[in-house]
């Protein structure tokens, strides 16, 4: 994925296979940022993207658990989502600061809930309700 673009996903499985050809260019220590309002797929383009890394179980939000780990080769991942974060010291019990450290795979819901708690992503991806379907916009500073 080069610098900046613009792409329309008429549906959910437009949405699964952006999510797969993210995961293509991937080098396994990457902070990706999910951003969009309820609804918009997040979570799908999510689905696509950790199971075209070899997750093989079902992939699920982590809207109530925070992170769901996913233990794959060649890449780790950490499926964060901080929808239910009201206030981003919260995310100091959880082991945030570890889990970033790591070299792995970190995909963000909401990162705008951890206000002052995440260094820039080296990609975001921002979904709008656009037509029937949805358009995604997505930058890279890698």
Not at 50 to 65: D, E, N
Not at 76 to 104: C, K, T
């Amino acid at each position: 994925m080069s610098d900046a673009q613009s792409r329309y996903l008429p549906d959910e499985a437009a949405t699964l296979a952006f999510g797969e050809e993210l995961a293509g260019t991937l080098r396994g220590d990457e902070l990706i940022f999910l951003v969009g309002d309820i609804g918009m797929g997040k979570t799908t383009l999510a689905r696509g993207l950790i199971g075209a890394l070899g997750c093989t179980g079902r992939v699920k939000s982590p809207t109530y658990t925070l992170v769901e780990p996913y233990v794959m080769k060649p890449f780790n991942l950490y499926h964060f989502d901080f929808y239910r974060i009201e206030n981003p010291d919260e995310l100091d019990f959880i082991g945030l600061d570890e889990m970033l450290e790591e070299s792995a795979i970190k995909l963000i819901e909401w990162p705008e809930r951890a206000s002052g708690k995440l260094p820039p992503a080296d990609i975001v991806i921002n979904i709008t309700e656009s037509q029937a379907g949805r358009t995604v916009e997505y930058s890279s500073s890698r």
